[in-house]
């Protein structure tokens, strides 16, 4: 799947880490394939996710929205070009700047080392409209509901999907939870 193809440049946002509705529509477009799920393909489109924490956007605000919303910021502040928006949000590891946009929501800009794309964008840390998970529990609850999907959900399942991942199997029930609790709200 490709995740940039409506994103406008210089933007880089990874929806599938950080867009409730992309999400959403990631696990449907898998279970709605008449075709059997190629696990490697799966695996290696849920690596984006990655390993670390992140936030996930539940607003209201539709994607072309946000990314309007942002440019428009940038445009007004006179940080439309690389060099200029670099000076802006610094260039370092932990360098970034938050912006409102028109949902009370909060973003995070940094710089992306890239021609095209150097505007990374994603959710701030406990923002409004946001939910912060760990990536192996979105990436379980995903393997679930596309491999599984079954409305009972037990800790033998949940450990099925994450083997598929390379994921270790689910010891605590605080994880189990979790992941429960992620698929319920995919399952929205």
Request: proline content about 5%; overall charge negative; hydrophobic content about 40%.
């Amino acid at each position: 799947m490709q995740f940039d193809t409506h994103i406008p440049e210089p933007l880089l946002f990874n929806p599938l880490k950080h867009y409730l509705p992309f999400i959403r529509e990631f696990i449907i477009n898998y279970i709605t394939d008449s075709v059997k799920p190629e696990i490697k393909k799966l695996t290696r489109e849920l690596k984006h996710i990655g390993t670390c924490v992140m936030d996930i956007y539940t607003g209201e605000l539709q994607q072309e929205s946000i990314f309007r919303e942002i440019l428009q910021f940038l445009k007004t502040h006179g940080l439309e070009g690389k060099e200029a928006y670099m000076e802006w949000t610094g260039s370092n590891y932990d360098s970034f700047r938050i912006i409102p946009l028109s949902d009370s929501s909060q973003w995070t800009l940094k710089f992306y080392e890239q021609e095209a794309r150097y505007v990374h964008i994603f959710p701030a840390r406990y923002s409004p409209h946001t939910f912060r998970i760990k990536a192996n529990t979105l990436k379980s609850a995903v393997l679930y509901l596309i491999l599984i999907g079954k409305d009972y959900i037990t800790e033998d399942d949940l450990n099925k999907a994450r083997a598929m991942a390379g994921l270790s199997p689910i010891r605590e029930v605080a994880d189990a939870e979790a992941v429960t609790e992620m698929i319920e709200i995919l399952r929205g």
